[in-house]
């Protein structure tokens, strides 16, 4: 009788083991997903204009076995000859009256150094204007969809006189109000498999 009592203490021992086992899984992107969009903000009652840039050349893994894994030293270079709000003539006078006046032109750096997958939060290094500064970006994974969103100020990167130039040329549009801070935005499309 005890031999067989502990023969079914071992049995549900192992089963409990088996079941706290954590699921090894692989994290999949697809690179034709990745959209880097921003709202930029005008008027003294902060009215978003969002755009997205087209011309980016990102390098970044495209399966691994952790979302850490799959986005920690992934990067981009993104040339700002290629932004998009969906309006030509904006397009032009953002460009000429912002981004015109980057060193070095026209690109901006970025690359994600750090994720903490339990905190939802990871750290993206942007570099423009000869300036790099840490962004702090909060992410989420909602239907297979990953987000991350964070805010720089654009005073960071030693950009006063591009803002500036830019209030001027949309003076009347933006009510004599062009904000430094920036929303800026991460979409990917990632899937999972766990076995």
């Not at 003294?44 to 893994?61: L, R, T």
């Not at 100020?153 to 030693?158: C, E, G, T």
């Amino acid at each position: 009788m005890t031999k067989i009592l502990i023969s079914l203490l071992l049995l549900l021992n192992i089963s409990l083991l088996a079941k706290d086992k954590p699921k090894e899984c692989t994290y999949y992107l697809d690179k034709s997903s990745i959209v880097i969009g921003w709202s930029a903000f005008k008027t003294p009652e902060k009215v978003g204009v969002k755009g997205s840039f087209n011309g980016a050349s990102v390098s970044i893994y495209d399966k691994a076995n952790s979302l850490e894994e799959l986005l920690v030293g992934s990067m981009a270079v993104i040339d700002t000859r290629y932004l998009t709000t969906s309006n030509a003539k904006r397009d032009k006078t953002i460009f000429d009256n912002f981004f015109s006046y980057f060193n070095p032109f026209p690109m901006i750096k970025t690359s994600i150094v750090n994720v903490d997958e339990k905190n939802l939060l990871l750290n993206l290094i942007i570099s423009m204007n000869g300036k790099s500064k840490s962004i702090p970006m909060e992410f989420k994974v909602v239907n297979g969809y990953f987000q991350a969103i964070g805010t720089l100020d654009l005073k960071d990167f030693a950009l006063s006189t591009a803002l500036d130039t830019l209030n001027k040329a949309c003076f009347d549009l933006h009510k004599g109000v062009t904000w430094s801070e920036v929303e800026i935005a991460l979409d990917a499309k990632i899937s999972r498999a766990c076995k």
